[in-house]
């Protein structure tokens, strides 16, 4: 809170309900330049212009830190804009996303993460509405991906993932040097944590016994396989003293993992999506191969003792971030019918746009978290994790990065209202109560405004 003399407010968000980290109340929401100037109860308007937040909550943007947006290119020049407009429209001001593994080339002609970088940079100059950042992707497939680390860091990429499955994994050793590296010099591996070793001879028995179905990629992939990679991928960071962000945890036996480790006081964060928390594994049920391929995701969709168990981490701070994971894959290209073997079809889903309805209304209406709750996970704990200082909060001096929401609007999920690059959405049908009205990125509407790569830097 500031009183007294705020200078020239050029903006004032009146009258909504705020939720700040000092607690939730109605209040005007003062803005100068790019930045919140005063939170007070009535601000004087002398000029400003003024948006009525009466009867809506006013949230710090959502900050959606696991995505896969892809780039422009010839054939696609503005799908990179459209998927973050469309995270604008789904009440998300900053998206991090990935680069996919095969980007980056080096003049070795060899792939490199820094390569990546460059090409990122190039590639995204210019086109988002939003403010936007990197997460690389390292793999065994680059040769000098450890080695490159330091540079990584230091040029505003402190975070980065890896894979323990897909033929783009990166070894164990390798996985627990990268670790060290980024421990040593302000960085956090992200991990996608599942067991080859029990997923790979699943794969083949299902692919000779010919099951070979969209369906039978979930029984391929169970429980253990996810917490056998957790234990395993702690136990490594505790060797190299690092902290570790684990993506996309989606069961009860990872979560325990998570849970220990954060009793004993260790460094080790944890990251579910909205899917795990709306969907169970009875949609591989469905006899329609169409509505099974749409759920082609790793980890596989749980149990409902599983989506229960992640509600109570979320709210007991065992999980500290909701990101939506989206893969803008199409119907009409990555996952045609008739569909080939379970294990060609692209994994992922979108989810870019519904991130913070989902969380909303299935969280918060339904009584399993408190909206301050929801602020944190969306928000305020991404920021703080994935080095963002000016942002993840409603305080005096951070960017204006604002999300009204209408708490009460009842509506129904339908890809015909979406905007993503998606030419459908896991989450058709589904009603939800509470939709975004508005964002304000740095203080101005999405439409007029221009994004910036952000440099990031982690605070420990
Ligand atoms: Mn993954
Ligand atoms: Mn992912």
Known sequence: MSHGDH????????????????????????????????????????????????????????????????????EHPDRFARDLAAAAAGGTTTVLTFNNPGTGISEAGSRSPLAGLDEFRARTAGQAPIDFGLCS????????????LPELIDRGVPTFKAFMVYDFALPDAA???AMRVAARHGGM????????????????????????????HAACRPPEAEAMAT?????????A????????????????????????????YAETCPHY????????????????IKRVISPPLRSADDVAALWGGLRDGILDVVGSDHVPDRLDTEKQLPAPPFPEISNGGPGIETLT???????????????????DVLSTTPARLFGLAAKGAIEVGRDADLLLFDPNRERVIRQDDLHHTSDFTPFEGLPVRGAPVRVLTRGKDPTTAAGHFLERRLVR
């Open 357 to 375: 309805s989902i969380v909303y209304s299935e969280g918060v209406r339904r009584g399993r978290i408190t909206i301050e709750r929801l602020a």
């Open 277 to 292: 928390l709306t969907y169970t594994d009875a949609a591989y049920g469905d006899p329609d191969d169409g509505e099974v």
């Open 189 to 216: 591996l992200q991990l996608h944590c599942e067991e080859p070793s029990i997923i790979d001879p699943l794969v083949s028995r299902a692919v000779a016994a010919g099951e070979v179905g969209p369906r039978f």
């Open 7 to 74: 200078g020239h407010l050029e903006l004032i968000v009146a009258g909504g309900t705020v939720v700040t980290p000092a607690g939730t109340r109605v209040a005007d929401v003062g803005v100068a330049g790019e930045r919140i100037a005063a939170i007070e109860p009535a601000l004087p308007r002398s000029g400003a212009e003024v948006i009525d937040a009466t009867g809506l909550l006013v949230l710090p943007g959502s900050i959606d830190v696991h995505t896969h947006v892809r780039l422009s290119d010839e």
């Open 241 to 268: 003293e690092a902290p570790l962000y684990i993506v996309h945890l989606s069961c009860a036996e990872a979560l325990e993992a998570v849970a220990e480790a954060k009793a004993a006081g260790e460094p080790i």
């Open 137 to 148: 992707v390292i793999s065994g497939q680059q040769p000098t991906a450890l080695a490159e």
């Open 231 to 239: 234990r395993r991928a702690i136990e490594m960071a505790r060797r």
């Open 175 to 177: 996985i627990e040097e």
